[in-house]
């Protein structure tokens, strides 16, 4: 049973929880652990009073094979996208919740059937991206991030919170009639945080992505190796920004990949 989960502090997630609740009939069942408990047929929804980031407890507080957190978006840049994201932290650092240099586990089916539907929901102006794998929490349940912001204003909108809790929920709805299918199951390497390029292939069908290892952190490539077997399905072949990768780097990564028994392909 899929759960998912919401934060107070954060008021996109409660927006969008709020409309998911109101448009798709969820009921408060009563607690869970001392979280708020909703559910619809077979999805459940909590409550959480921490930051979702920091929510490594959620592997012994729910019993389920699936989390979907529902999170505002921040953009440096001001950009107003829709997003989705693994978990996890490539370097020696977790300032943002997480352990250092420790992957959570993806789901790259759901996380790309999400992506499809957000891209259905936009409109110009608004991009559809996938982010690499960044930040908390740290889980063993298979999680993604379904997200949607830019500066300040833009968090405040309510047709981007609505735009996610429908996106989600359409996801499940679709899966009834059976999953959207893609060519392979991929772990991308190279290229910014906000990857077009990945975006474009998954939106086209051809790869969904488990983790993503922008070109900033391919110095830890050693890591490639909890990327191939963290997921809820085995990637099957890693798919380079070619371009992005200085020789050297590029040299030691595929020499990881084939200790690891992995396939690539350039883009």
Known sequence: MPFIV??????????SAAFIRDEFGFEHIGTLNGFKHYRFENIDMIEINSKLVETDFLDTTIDTDLIIFLSRHKSG??????????EGNWSGENKLGGRPRELSFAAPVEM?????????L????????????????YL?????????????????EKAGSEAVAKAVMRFFADKKEGEITFDK???????????????????????AFSHIMPKYF????????????????????AVMEWKSINREIR??????????????AKI
């Not at 840049?77 to 693994?86: E, M, N, P, Q, R």
């Not at 199951?185 to 790869?207: P, V």
Request: proline share 3%; net charge negative.
């Open 6 to 15: 919401y934060s107070k502090t954060d008021p996109l997630s409660l927006n």
């Open 77 to 86: 840049a001001d950009i107003k996208s829709f997003t989705v994201h693994s």
């Open 112 to 120: 790309a059937g999400i992506l499809w539907r957000m891209n259905s």
């Open 122 to 137: 936009s409109h110009e102006g608004i991009d559809v991206v996938y982010e690499a794998t960044h930040h908390g929490p």
């Open 140 to 156: 063993k349940t298979p999680s993604l991030f379904a997200e949607f912001g830019g500066n300040d204003e833009t968090l405040l």
């Open 185 to 207: 199951i991929a772990i991308g390497i190279g290229g910014m945080h906000y990857s077009k390029r990945f975006t474009k292939l998954a939106l086209e069908g051809k790869y």
């Open 218 to 237: 391919l110095q830890d490539y050693e890591m490639l190796e909890q990327a191939a077997t963290r997921s809820n399905r085995a990637p099957e072949i």
């Open 251 to 264: 040299d030691r990564i595929i020499k990881k990949l084939n200790a690891i028994g992995m396939d690539y």
